[in-house]
């Protein structure tokens, strides 16, 4: 009986499928087209189809890339600039910043594990999350008024008034929360940054997440995003992203060791409440059993990781990549390099 409630339920899907696919054309039909594409190889991945999989998310993600007109080596140039501008001698002066207690940046690659971390911490009766925020970019974009370019804002925002931006993000960010000791900024890309935010903020919490690269290359691959990130829809341009991303990571490590807390997706699978406790001693609070319930969390979650985070961890997600090993060769090959 078991069996045949299964078989139907797969015929089901398939007859789903058909009528997925028959709504796609041989043409392309423009944004609709893409997220038909990616809703189909998620549908084609569920089943165990991974060649089926791997064909409708490459079409998608092409078409995606063919709209944006984007070239990885100008956020290589962006990165690279970044740590010959904010250089160890930069961080010989301490920071004369707004203290910038009470602020506990988490960042780190989309699909990283970020949108989790969050989640434990924001679990704590003292912690609550803003979520992902524009506030430090702004302030930086504000205090480097009068740069033209990205090369000119970066030198600029290499002598802003640390202080005032300081000032003013911790203002904002205030404003977002209802009062909690500690707020989260969780704004993955904020890892270029924190150079500033070491400055501006000198008491404010750094957590970098990271994840094993294949599995956080290839989940970016599968996530058509709402927005930014438009590096992730091509395999070559993901490698090539992510070696900058960790050539910048190491940069910042030299020049501010402690203030970095790295964190590792995995490790935070294989020891939930050992890492869970490391994070909300690393944040400046007291330890709640509740963080271990993070999945009880009522706030809203808003990014990809949304489904996810309403479940307690789980390891299904690690390695996942392998599945699709035969398609990931440049992939591969770039970030071992």
């Known amino acids: 009986h078991d069996m045949g409630s299964r078989l139907r339920t797969q015929m089901h899907w398939r007859t789903h499928l058909e009528v997925l696919i028959g709504r796609l054309g041989a043409n392309d039909v423009g944004r609709g087209e893409i997220a038909l594409c990616y809703a189909l190889a998620k549908e084609f991945e569920d089943l165990g189809d991974y060649e089926a999989s ?15 007109q984007y070239r990885v080596e100008t956020d290589i140039a962006a990165m690279e600039k970044i740590a010959a501008t904010f250089d160890e001698r930069f961080f010989e002066t301490p920071g004369d910043g707004a203290n910038g207690e009470g602020a506990i940046f988490i960042l780190g690659l989309p699909r990283s594990g970020t949108t989790l971390v969050d989640r434990i911490l924001s679990s704590h009766p003292d912690i609550e999350s803003a979520g992902e925020i524009n506030d430090l970019a702004f302030a930086i974009t504000r205090f480097g008024a009068g740069a033209v370019t990205k090369t000119d804002l970066i030198e600029k925002s290499a002598s802003m008034d640390f202080e005032a931006v300081g000032r003013q993000y911790m203002k904002a960010l205030r404003e977002r929360g209802s009062g909690a000791r500690f707020i989260i900024d969780k704004t993955p890309l904020n890892y270029l940054y924190i150079g500033i935010i070491a400055k501006a903020l000198p008491k404010a919490t750094i957590i970098h997440v990271e994840r094993d690269p294949m599995d956080a290359g290839f989940a970016m691959y599968k996530t058509l995003f709402r927005m930014g990130y438009p590096f992730s829809y091509d395999l070559g341009g993901i490698g090539w992203y992510m070696r900058a991303k960790f050539a910048l990571m190491d940069h910042w490590r030299r020049c501010l060791g402690e203030r970095i807390v790295d964190i ?6 294989a020891d939930q409440e050992g890492e869970s406790r490391r994070l909300v001693a690393a944040a400046g609070a007291d330890w709640r059993e509740k963080c271990l319930a993070f999945h009880e969390n009522k706030t809203p979650a ?7 985070v309403r479940r307690p961890i789980y390891s299904s997600s690690i390695g996942k990549w392998k599945q699709y090993e035969k398609y990931l060769g440049e992939l591969s090959k770039i970030l071992q390099h």
Request: proline share 0%.
């Open 54 to 68: 791997f064909a409708y998310l490459k079409r998608g993600a092409d078409a995606r890339a063919r709209l944006l």
């Open 264 to 269: 590792s997706y995995e490790a935070l699978i």
């Open 302 to 308: 808003a990014t990809a990781s949304a489904a996810q």
